[in-house]
């Protein structure tokens, strides 16, 4: 299964926030998007800034306007699940051609039994990662204060 590129900065960017600078409290853990873009191996602004109004509108950042603004996790990372975070930002992408609304352009679809077996192993695979959390992602050295 392959997860869209925004879903992939998307968990980049709450790992990033959570781990933070080590030596602020975690309600000080403020970054702008310049400075993410910046970490973040030089990500387009504007795209960023897009996926970041993803994480607000789900209710896992909230961001602040104005001077000394930016973006800031809104609850703590060992709290976001990684497979409903996944699910939530993939939405209804299509695995394969049949599991597109219009059924795709799929000539076997009639007695196909493939996509059950698709269908099943993408539930297995976020049932998987309903397990983990954002700080389950952290490196081992940052889990400790990601997590307190």
Not at 85 to 95: T, Y
Request: proline share 4%; charged share 25%.
């Amino acid at each position: 299964m392959r997860l869209l590129a925004s879903t992939d900065i998307a968990l980049r960017v709450l790992m990033r926030l959570a781990a933070g600078p080590p030596d602020r409290d975690r309600a000080e853990q403020m970054f702008n998007v310049e400075t993410l873009s910046r970490e973040l191996g030089g990500l387009s602004r504007n795209h960023l800034h897009k996926i970041v109004q993803d994480l607000a509108a789900l209710g896992v950042v909230r961001t602040i306007r104005g001077a000394g603004g930016g973006v800031v996790l809104a609850m703590p990372p060992d709290k976001i699940r990684v497979g409903t975070l996944i699910r939530r930002l993939e939405g209804d992408q299509p695995m394969v051609e049949c599991f597109r609304a219009d059924g795709g352009g799929c000539t076997l679809s009639a007695g196909c039994r493939l996509r059950g077996f698709l269908d099943s192993a993408r539930e297995d695979f976020y049932r998987s990662l309903d397990t983990r959390t954002v700080a389950d992602c952290l490196p081992a050295s940052l889990s400790v204060a990601a997590t307190d």
